[in-house]
């Protein structure tokens, strides 16, 4: 059964768990079924050598339940409990981060070994929940205003999520979570002239009740939280997840999340992060390495085991850059 590759972070300083809330039970608040269909990213036009260097192919999935009614039910309790702590960021409106350091319930859902093996089993590949605990449990809630999208077109910082609507999407009128069927590169270049994606290539995921997912490889698939026609509740949870595959290009952009995380506790948690992949790229180098390699071959292989590492300095001394998405 896949396990977590770091520990879970402890409670930082300044939060207080949610009181009187019940304890986990997969057995009565879980009902894992497949999504009827999983789509790839060879149909967004998605080339094999991108391919290659992605964790999975999967690109996203439709709609399938991942919560019982009463799993459901008690989500939503938490996550109603939770929106006193939702602040804005330049994306989003009004999100809730590090839930799981709140709640948990909430904590024991999102790093569950059977949701976490079940979403391993859509994406084909071994994953884990995400050692950055602010991934894991964000929670999106409706804009004051209508006519504001819930969340701007974007693509994620991290390679692997699910998104679960937490309120009755039989309720709403607008608010669809939309997906452009076509890669960054095409969204991209709509953005630079001042464009959108066009209704006829995007796709709105039909739910079919509260407590259902779609798994989608958010860094991959350009999507949205579009704006509400009529006021009313609307939130959904998105959970995130590693491919323990550390051979794999590890598809995150972390530096943006200084923006709404706490900086001390990512900075912890994302060194800790790369310090792992590192460690085993160095394990498999020591393991592999040909003892008759020229000097620039040699340098390459290093330089490749410790990316992960550079790459994490790099970001951690720049300070803050812009926060990525398709819209002004």
Known sequence: MTTAVLP?????????????????????????????????????????????????????????RVLSDEGAAVLLTVARRLEVFARANPRIERSVRSGCHRSKWFRDLCTSPDVTEHFGAIYGIDI????????????NYAPSELGSAVDKWHHDTLALDYVMMVADPALLDGGDFEYFVGTKAEVAALAERGERPSADRCVSVEWPGLGCAVAIHGNMVVHRGGPLSVAAERITMVNG???????????????????????????AEWTRYAAWRAQHRLGRLIEDLPLDLDPSDAADRLSSAVADVTHTVKGLTEGLSRIHHYEL
């Open 8 to 64: 879970f972070t402890p409670q930082p300083g300044g939060f207080e768990w949610l009181e009187g809330e019940p304890e986990f039970d997969p057995a009565r608040h879980l009902q894992l079924e497949m999504p009827e269909r999983v789509r790839t990213l060879d149909e967004f036009g998605y080339t094999t050598e991108e391919i290659a260097r992605t964790a999975t192919p999967v690109a996203v999935t439709s709609a399938f």
């Open 128 to 139: 884990a929940p995400h050692p950055i605990t602010s991934q894991l449990g964000h929670l």
């Open 241 to 267: 997840y590693i491919s323990t595959d550390v051979t794999r290009d590890d598809q995150t952009r972390h530096q943006d999340l200084f923006h709404v995380d706490d900086p001390r506790t990512l900075s």
